[in-house]
């Protein structure tokens, strides 16, 4: 799908009223025209008052809505357009409280909605295993401050870091927000995100052998000095979330902490492409919701 690159005036311009959402909405969910998703016929009846489509074979009502992230929310849809359009506009961010002042909703609801997004952020990324030479490494955030390898640390919470590699440098990662660091949890996390017999690198924490039973795990010694900067590329990433969590959120609690991770990781695998998320969140909004 072509993407596009939006800012405020353009993005203001395509979606000025409700239909023109609805239409969007129609367009990317049917290309070719209504199809039922009980039958697969390609013809129905709309009901104005309901704003339903009624298949003409199976009867089965359904609305442009459904299925998608906007399902059964009383939301406009511009205000759902607007939030994606914010969420994926900022690179640092936005908070609950500040949407809910631009679109007009209470916290609650903002929170919500940031909430669904994240969500579908992070499914996204979900489906996308790495493959190549891979970095493991684990570190650790708080509330207000955040360090690495103080582990014993009663206020944090520790997150799994899995990073694949291009180029010698760091090209997709995925983060995972975990309540320790024993062996299960990283075999389980490893699994999960990173392809059978991969090479994986990692820095000497003895856990991390685990993956040796998966995967080609490779124990690198780092140079001296550099013990706080090793595995590298996992390190850069995690120096750039710290500063994300610090910035926008003033610290995170455990609760919200994998929201915020899927939100990091997806905008940090798609970094240059920046322009172009506001558009790709509200493609994920309509076509690819969890
Ligand atoms: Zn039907």
Same mark, same amino acid.
């Given at each position: 799908?072509?993407?596009?690159?939006?800012?405020?005036?353009?993005?203001?311009?395509?979606?000025?009223?409700?239909?023109?959402?609805?239409?969007?909405?129609?367009?990317?969910?049917?290309?070719?025209?209504?199809?039922?998703?009980?039958?697969?016929?390609?013809?129905?009846?709309?009901?104005?008052?309901?704003?339903?489509?009624?298949?003409?074979?199976?009867?089965?009502?359904?609305?442009?809505?459904?299925?998608?992230?906007?399902?059964?929310?009383?939301?406009?849809?511009?205000?759902?357009?607007?939030?994606?359009?914010?969420?994926?506009?900022?690179?640092?961010?936005?908070?609950?409280?500040?949407?809910?002042?631009?679109?007009?909703?209470?916290?609650?609801? +903002?929170?919500?909605? @940031? *909430?669904?997004?994240?969500?579908?952020?992070? /499914?996204?990324? &979900?489906?996308?295993? %790495?493959?190549?030479?891979?970095?493991?490494?684990?570190?650790?955030?708080?509330?207000?401050?955040?360090?690495?390898?103080?582990?014993?640390?009663?206020?944090?919470?520790?997150?799994?870091?899995?990073?694949?590699?291009?180029?010698?440098?760091?090209?997709?990662?995925?983060?995972?927000?975990?309540?320790?660091?024993?062996?299960?949890?990283?075999?389980?996390?490893?699994?999960?995100?990173?392809?059978?017999?991969?090479?994986?690198?990692?820095?000497?924490?003895?856990?991390?052998?685990?993956?040796?039973?998966?995967?080609?795990?490779?124990?690198?010694?780092?140079?001296?000095?550099?013990?706080?900067?090793?595995?590298?590329?996992?390190?850069? +990433?995690?120096?750039? @979330? *710290?500063?994300?969590?610090?910035?926008?959120? /003033?610290?995170? &609690?455990?609760?919200? %902490?994998?929201?915020?991770?899927?939100?990091?990781?997806?905008?940090?695998?798609?970094?240059?492409?920046?322009?172009?998320?506001?558009?790709?969140?509200?493609?994920?909004?309509?076509?690819?919701?969890?």
């Amino acid at each position: 799908m072509q993407m596009t690159e939006t800012g405020f005036f353009e993005w203001q311009s395509r979606f000025q009223t409700e239909d023109d959402c609805l239409r969007y909405l129609q367009n990317l969910k049917w290309p070719n025209g209504f199809i039922c998703p009980q039958c697969g016929h390609s013809h129905a009846h709309f009901i104005q008052t309901r704003h339903l489509y009624q298949c003409s074979s199976c009867q089965h009502q359904t609305s442009v809505r459904a299925g998608t992230l906007f399902h059964r929310s009383h939301l406009s849809l511009q205000k759902w357009f607007w939030a994606i359009y914010f969420t994926g506009s900022d690179k640092n961010s936005i908070s609950a409280v500040r949407l809910s002042k631009l679109i007009e909703v209470n916290w609650r609801t +903002a929170r919500l909605m @940031l *909430k669904k997004l994240r969500q579908a952020m992070g /499914h996204k990324d &979900s489906l996308h295993m %790495l493959k190549g030479v891979i970095e493991v490494d684990d570190t650790l955030v708080s509330g207000k401050r955040s360090g690495h390898h103080g582990r014993r640390a009663a206020d944090k919470a520790s997150i799994l870091i899995t990073c694949e590699g291009k180029e010698n440098q760091a090209d997709y990662i995925a983060m995972k927000a975990v309540t320790n660091i024993r062996h299960g949890t990283v075999s389980s996390v490893v699994k999960k995100q990173v392809f059978d017999h991969q090479k994986a690198q990692g820095d000497v924490l003895p856990t991390l052998d685990v993956i040796n039973k998966t995967h080609d795990h490779e124990v690198r010694v780092p140079p001296s000095g550099k013990v706080n900067e090793w595995p590298l590329w996992a390190h850069i +990433a995690t120096g750039n @979330l *710290k500063a994300f969590l610090l910035g926008t959120f /003033h610290g995170v &609690s455990g609760k919200y %902490l994998q929201e915020y991770l899927d939100e990091f990781c997806y905008r940090y695998n798609r970094r240059f492409f920046e322009q172009e998320i506001p558009d790709r969140l509200l493609n994920l909004a309509v076509i690819r919701t969890p």
